[in-house]
């Protein structure tokens, strides 16, 4: 068989078992995760074994002491994927609610109703951990599963892909209610991204060129999680202890995150209070400063920031910082330089807050808060497949509801139409 | 300037454009919903005339009477498209709905609020009173609109777009808030359907080269009106008139439109009481039959259905007939057959009803009325834009709220991640 039969097969297969799985009770898919959530306890000897012949290989290969970090299963991560799975199972389940319903002249009852999107094809990089979030939140949510995961980590996935079937199956889980790709052959992947008759939606989560490959050739509809460069605008009425508090988080707690804060635009007027202030805290937590010519006035050991500085997602400690005249030209900056995932002003000022909320577009505007909670745990919607910058479907967290869609039940007593 | 800069400005405008149309009021966009209407009565001389122009290099080109019929504009229908407006006009704004808000363990207040999409990207065939439909659903829910309408009705198009700006801007919307390309050169739709930077949506409508031409090379988001191969299931406890009353209506009063019924199902106990009146009214309507053997041996006068039958459009005055042995039976005919547009039940028995409307995969799965209720209009939407068969975002008519994506507002009081 080759590789398109090969695909072809896993695609019916999915289809196959997505009839089934959008007719299983909350009852049956909880339990089932709740079977997964203690298996992967149980048999983690072999997912640690082979997790730990992924590690010899990538270290063979060179990868980053992070890029290895990320591959690494241990005993506590395994904890925190069952603790995520049984999580799951205590949320309330999407399928099946009645989202509006309406009579109409005529006196048909027309119900919107919620219904799984039936198979989800998955592409994503070498975090391991997520394999088992992605087959929980697509359990829970009523639709099949097709993984495609990063090269480095084959055989972890393979593994928890492998555990987690068997424990699906044995609680009364269609037998392809997931499936991993198990080659690393990059046409695998282009494949996938063209199944249209079998795939309903194609969720890619990874760098730039992941991304960019999917949105160039996929021709099956797309959610993705796009590039991060998140504003922190503090106006000139902002709590210079609540400034540093939430520019600190923004910046220093998770650097390499898509929420963390990449560029701070401090107003004009505010900048002389609390600019320096602020430099000395980051400078503190490691933060390095790039700034435009009015900040360095201000705090002369900033680097000159550079106009590529502006649309730089440095996922590191690093900090491009511009002085702004009014919140009008703050949300001009973000306009032009942002990717409307996560946006926030610190202020005290009403009107300017309103203003900030309405006219930044972005899937998460924050008015004294940090951008880092922009995740679906910390929305409570009990983990996410990745945060969408698009704005078709579902903008912000992908959590259960977003891997759902809603028919019409139309009821009526004979009604033609005149 | 070349196609690529002029397609590339329009962009640039309607971008602009839509960050204005998103803070406009509902009074604002009301008021020139009206302003709309009433001039397209006002001149409706210059409409007819460039519509007349059109007209006669159609019939030039040996266009079909259904293609004529379909590019004509007369008084009538300039004042369906002015009625049209109006009723935008008195439909709730769908922007600015709070569609729901939570409170987080930490103090964290979410809400999420409905907002436009953005840009919307139009492509479509010859009918021009679309023209005037889609600029009111964009506008109402503050969209920006770049139209690519058919070649054949180009001197229309752009008649009414340029009547519908003037009025737009008279009465305060910004002057590019509905574009319309002004070439009937293929390159420009194609050009339009990779404008990932200034559009955020693209909404084809139109037959299955145009649909396909699309899902195939656009990079943009797409909401396509797939085929739509209905069926209708008249089961074994169906009454006979209402199932006569359906059947003919679904068939027969539009047979051209996606929501008309293309096959039609028959439980075999149900077919000896029901098939030969059915049939019988069927052909009194004009409705060419193509049975199945079981059907042929209760109507002999039946042509044989082939392979293909069960998978065709006609969109004419023909229908498809099989006689199954179960509503298990039908759905899996549906199944394997349907393009999940609209589908119905004609039946007494409460069982097989809500396993009809559970297990069948459709955008609208009806119970004892017609298919051909599938429609914005119907749905109580105030028009549509299409129906879209596919899954992501909007299911169903493309009504207001389809137009729409959400963003999230985050209220904090200094709060940080941990």
């Given at each position: 068989m080759n590789l398109t039969e090969q695909m072809n097969r896993l695609g019916r297969q999915a289809r196959d078992a997505s009839a089934v799985l959008a007719?299983?009770?909350?009852?049956?898919?909880?339990?089932?995760?709740?079977?997964?959530?203690?298996?992967?306890?149980?048999r983690q000897a072999e997912l640690l074994s082979a997790n730990a012949?992924?590690?010899?290989?990538?270290?063979?290969?060179?990868?980053?002491?992070?890029?290895?970090d990320r591959l690494t299963l241990n005993p506590a991560r395994i904890a925190t994927m069952a603790a995520g799975l049984r999580e799951l199972a205590a949320l309330p389940d999407p399928i099946g609610e009645i989202v509006k319903g309406w009579r109409r002249p005529n006196g048909l009852l027309i119900?919107?109703?919620?219904?799984?999107?039936?198979?989800?094809?998955?592409?994503?990089?070498?975090?391991?951990?997520?394999?088992?979030?992605?087959?929980?939140?697509?359990?829970k949510s009523g639709n099949a599963l097709i993984l495609r995961g990063g090269k480095e980590a084959l055989r972890s996935n393979l593994a928890i892909a492998e555990v987690l079937t068997r424990a699906g199956e044995s609680a009364g889980l269609p037998a392809h209610a997931m499936q991993m790709v198990d080659t690393a052959d990059r046409e695998?992947?282009?494949?996938l991204m063209r199944m249209n008759a079998c795939v309903d939606v194609l969720i890619p989560r990874g760098g730039p060129s992941l991304i960019g490959a999917v949105v160039e050739h996929a021709?099956?509809?797309?959610?993705?999680?796009?590039?991060?460069?998140?504003?922190?605008?503090?106006?000139?009425?902002?709590?210079?202890?609540?400034?540093?508090?939430?520019v600190l988080n923004a910046k220093a707690q998770r650097p390499s995150v898509?929420?963390?804060?990449?560029?701070?635009?401090?107003?004009?007027?505010?900048a002389p209070r609390l600019l320096p202030q602020l430099a000395n805290a980051l400078t503190v937590h490691g933060v390095a400063l790039r700034g435009c010519e009015r900040s360095r006035?201000?705090?002369?050991?900033?680097?000159?920031?550079?106009?590529?500085?502006w649309d730089a997602e440095y996922l590191d400690l690093i900090l491009a910082v511009r002085v702004v005249d009014s919140v009008d030209d703050a949300i001009a900056h973000i306009h032009r330089h942002g990717t409307k995932l996560a946006e926030s002003i610190v202020t005290n000022d009403l009107a300017r807050s309103r203003q900030f909320l309405q006219q930044v577009d972005a899937a998460a505007v924050y008015v004294n808060a940090s951008t880092r909670f922009t995740d679906g745990g910390e929305f409570g919607f009990g983990g996410e497949l990745g945060i969408s910058t698009g704005k078709l479907h579902a903008r912000g967290p992908l959590g259960l509801e977003a891997l759902t869609t809603t028919k019409y039940w139309i009821h009526g007593e004979g009604q033609v139409r005149e």
């Open positions: 007719g299983l009770t909350t009852a049956t898919k909880n339990a089932a995760l709740a079977t997964m959530a203690a298996i992967l306890i149980e012949a992924d590690l010899t290989d990538a270290r063979e290969a060179g990868l980053s002491s992070a890029m290895l119900e919107q109703v919620r219904v799984p999107l039936g198979v989800i094809g998955f592409i994503y990089e070498s975090r391991p951990n997520v394999t088992a979030d992605a087959a929980g939140l697509c359990l695998a992947a282009r494949l021709t099956i509809p797309i959610l993705f999680h796009g590039a991060g460069i998140c504003h922190t605008f503090i106006d000139e009425s902002a709590d210079a202890e609540m400034a540093e508090r939430i898509c929420n963390a804060m990449e560029t701070l635009l401090v107003h004009t007027a505010a006035a201000l705090v002369p050991t900033m680097l000159a920031a550079t106009e590529a500085d």
